[in-house]
Structure formats: structure tokens, C-alpha cells
């Protein structure tokens, strides 16, 4: 069974710092690997998506992700984040039925101070 | 353009009383739909999905269940609320197709007293 770890349960960084979220994967077969993010209250939306092709990700508001299959890890970056950006990210695998029966990390809560 | 529906948005029930909670998606047909809850301090689990009318699979044995009477309706029920059922649900829908994400709705925030 496939299953996801975030290590970091809360980060904290400064406006205008970078930004690493770790994910760490386990899944028997080639991945398909999704970053959410989920502002309080609200439900979550899709920050970018890894099927095939190139390992580095670009996705929505300055966010890209690498994927690393020899470390199966599937980190977010951000080289400059913004206060906006203080939420709940979660990353997520996808199983065998297609790409949607997904299976969640606990997710890391991000706190942007000034 | 595609929207999916979730409500209540907040909802506070006592312990044994029934739950509906419905979602709704416009702007696609025979989408996949899911059930998932997020407890608190934890991540989402996945609950229940539907490929089709009538089509329900369970993924954790539970105090709830789901139906999907429609083809853009989904319904998370319980005949009687346990405490643990506290937690944050959240409909998603998706297309099955390759390189297709889910798609989240606001989500219902239910408090079991």
C-alpha cells in the first residue's frame, strides 16, 4: 500500500525567505505525486502535480516541486514566500485506480512571520 | 467551468442524532466522487468513492455511509453520531482521465457534542 510522510508538522519562516516542505513516498510502482494547499476553513486546492517527464515541477503562485525517485521524496519549494502563502500544505500519491484515490500526508501548517 | 457544492458549510450535531451531508458538482457528467475527512491534527482520509450511480466503495469501516442517488450528487450519512465523527469532511470530484487532479470543495466542519 502506498502511504506519504511529511516529517515537518509546523515550519515557521519570514517573509521574503525561501521555503523547503519535505514529502517522502512509498509506492510500489512509478508515482504520481500532487502538492495541496488548504487556507483555513476552506478546502484544499492544487498547487502542481508530477505524472512523468521532467522531475522538476512548476506549479501555481511560485511553487515548484523536484522529484527525486532515488530518495523518493517529492519536495515543495518557494524561493520567496509571501504572508499569503501561511497555510496547510499536503502532499499526496495517487494508487493504481488512475490517478485519484489519493493517499494523504499528515500535512505540514506553515507560518509566515514579518 | 466546472464547480463542486458542499453544505453545511458548519454544522453542530448531538451525540445519536442523524447526518446528511450533501455535495454537488456542476459543469461535468459521471465524474468520480469521494468522501474524505480530516480529523483534527491529522491528515485526510479517504472515505468513500463512487465511479457511477449506485456504485459506492468503502475504504474504513465506520458509523457512516454514502450514497450517490445522482450523477452529480453525493450524500455522507449516519443513522446515529459518535463523537469520533468530529472532524472536517470534504467532497472531491474527478474526471479518471490521465494527468487529472481532484478537485476540492469548501468542506463541512461538523462538531459532534
Same mark, same amino acid.
Do not use: M
Given at each position: 500500500?502506498?502511504?506519504?510522510?511529511?516529517?515537518?508538522?509546523?515550519?515557521?519562516?519570514?517573509?521574503?525567505?525561501?521555503?523547503?516542505?519535505?514529502?517522502?513516498?512509498?509506492?510500489?510502482?512509478?508515482?504520481?505525486?500532487?502538492?495541496?494547499?488548504?487556507?483555513?476553513?476552506?478546502?484544499?486546492?492544487?498547487?502542481?502535480?508530477?505524472?512523468?517527464?521532467?522531475?522538476?515541477?512548476?506549479?501555481?503562485?511560485?511553487?515548484?516541486?523536484?522529484?527525486?525517485?532515488?530518495?523518493?521524496?517529492?519536495?515543495?519549494?518557494?524561493?520567496?514566500?509571501?504572508?499569503?502563502?501561511?497555510?496547510?500544505?499536503?502532499?499526496?500519491?495517487?494508487?493504481?485506480?488512475?490517478?485519484?484515490?489519493?493517499?494523504?500526508?499528515?500535512?505540514?501548517?506553515?507560518?509566515?512571520?514579518? | 467551468?466546472?464547480?463542486?457544492?458542499?453544505?453545511?458549510?458548519?454544522?453542530?450535531?448531538?451525540?445519536?442524532?442523524?447526518?446528511?451531508?450533501?455535495?454537488?458538482?456542476?459543469?461535468?457528467?459521471?465524474?468520480?466522487?469521494?468522501? $474524505?475527512?480530516? /480529523?483534527? !491534527?491529522? =491528515?485526510?482520509?479517504?472515505?468513500?468513492?463512487?465511479? %457511477?450511480? *449506485?456504485?459506492?466503495?468503502?475504504?474504513?469501516?465506520?458509523?457512516?455511509?454514502?450514497?450517490?442517488?445522482?450523477?452529480?450528487?453525493?450524500?455522507?450519512?449516519?443513522?446515529?453520531?459518535?463523537?469520533?465523527?468530529?472532524?472536517? $469532511?470534504?467532497? /472531491?470530484? !474527478?474526471? =479518471?482521465?490521465?494527468?487529472?487532479?481532484?478537485?476540492? %470543495?469548501? *468542506?463541512?466542519?461538523?462538531?459532534?457534542?
Amino acid at each position: 500500500a502506498q502511504s506519504v510522510t511529511q516529517p515537518d508538522i509546523h515550519i515557521t519562516v519570514s517573509e521574503g525567505a525561501s521555503l523547503e516542505l519535505r514529502c517522502n513516498y512509498s509506492y510500489g510502482a512509478t508515482p504520481y505525486l500532487f502538492w495541496y494547499v488548504q487556507s483555513p476553513g476552506q478546502g484544499l486546492q492544487l498547487l502542481l502535480k508530477y505524472f512523468s517527464g521532467d522531475t522538476l515541477v512548476q506549479g501555481i503562485k511560485g511553487f515548484e516541486a523536484e522529484f527525486k525517485r532515488s530518495q523518493s521524496s517529492f519536495n515543495l519549494r518557494k524561493p520567496s514566500v509571501h504572508w499569503s502563502d501561511a497555510a496547510e500544505y499536503f502532499c499526496a500519491v495517487g494508487s493504481n485506480f488512475g490517478n485519484e484515490k489519493l493517499t494523504f500526508g499528515t500535512g505540514t501548517r506553515l507560518t509566515i512571520i514579518p | 467551468s466546472q464547480t463542486i457544492h458542499q453544505w453545511p458549510a458548519t454544522l453542530v450535531q448531538p451525540v445519536g442524532s442523524p447526518l446528511s451531508l450533501e455535495c454537488t458538482v456542476e459543469g461535468t457528467s459521471n465524474p468520480n466522487l469521494y468522501w $474524505y475527512r480530516q /480529523a483534527a !491534527g491529522r =491528515g485526510l482520509q479517504l472515505l468513500f468513492y463512487s465511479v %457511477g450511480i *449506485g456504485q459506492i466503495s468503502s475504504e474504513v469501516p465506520q458509523n457512516l455511509s454514502a450514497s450517490r442517488p445522482q450523477d452529480r450528487q453525493f450524500i455522507l450519512s449516519s443513522k446515529k453520531l459518535l463523537l469520533s465523527d468530529s472532524g472536517f $469532511y470534504l467532497c /472531491a470530484w !474527478g474526471t =479518471g482521465e490521465y494527468n487529472s487532479p481532484l478537485h476540492f %470543495g469548501n *468542506g463541512t466542519r461538523l462538531t459532534v457534542t
